[in-house]
């Protein structure tokens, strides 16, 4: 019999526990992510954002053009002059408005606990094998579900590979469930910016 190798059951990254998780999100990815908190007022003039995983400020960067504040560090040093800092570990960070950051391979659980404890919402990019995992359900899922899973239907690339990714938020007020929304085909073209990997 032979295993299942479909494209859905194949694209999946999987890291050593230990890893730095080094894949740069790119920036039209999470453009396409604050124009769906803008077109729905959830993102305030002054308001702050925390990005504890900058990697090279690919993230941060376009959040500093929808935030008032953007304040980012991270466990290891990429070059990009942010400090490091383990957000896990240590007293809490300083609260702001928001969170938004990428979902790692081997703590995004935890990620998601100390960004619900320091901000006010939350915006996590995760692979959509996420949404089935048993672990995350049971640490995360079952008991805080996000208020929207916005879709991404351009994919991303990640270790080489093609992925299916959304972004998954968590807001200020409580829900009873996710609701789901698409960002359709060609939004990376639309939204995709000369010289962002710079």
Not at 89 to 101: D, H, K, L, Q
Not at 102 to 121: D, F, H, K, L, Q
Not at 145 to 165: M, R, S
Request: glycine share 8%.
């Amino acid at each position: 019999m032979q295993g299942n190798i479909s494209s859905a059951v194949r694209q999946q990254r999987h890291e050593p526990h230990k890893s730095l998780d080094d894949f740069p999100t790119p920036p039209w990815a999470t453009r396409a992510l604050c124009e769906f908190l803008k077109a729905r007022g959830l993102i305030g003039p002054l308001d702050s954002v925390r990005e504890p995983a900058p990697n090279r400020g690919h993230m941060a960067k376009v959040l500093a053009e929808y935030f008032d504040q953007v304040i980012a560090s991270d466990v290891h040093d990429y070059g990009a002059g942010y400090p490091i800092e383990d957000y896990l570990f240590g007293p809490p960070p300083p609260r702001t408005s928001w969170t938004v950051t990428v979902w790692p391979e081997c703590r995004g659980e935890a990620v998601v606990r100390r960004a619900r404890s320091c901000s006010g919402s939350l915006a996590v990019l995760v692979e959509n094998t996420c949404l089935a995992d048993p672990a995350a359900w049971h640490d995360v899922f079952n008991t805080d579900q996000p208020a929207y899973v916005v879709q991404l239907c351009d994919e991303l690339t990640a270790g080489g590979e093609k992925v299916a990714f959304c972004w998954l938020v968590w807001t200020r007020r409580p829900v009873d469930g996710a609701a789901l929304h698409w960002v359709p085909p060609g939004t990376r073209r639309a939204l995709e910016r000369p010289g962002v990997y710079d």
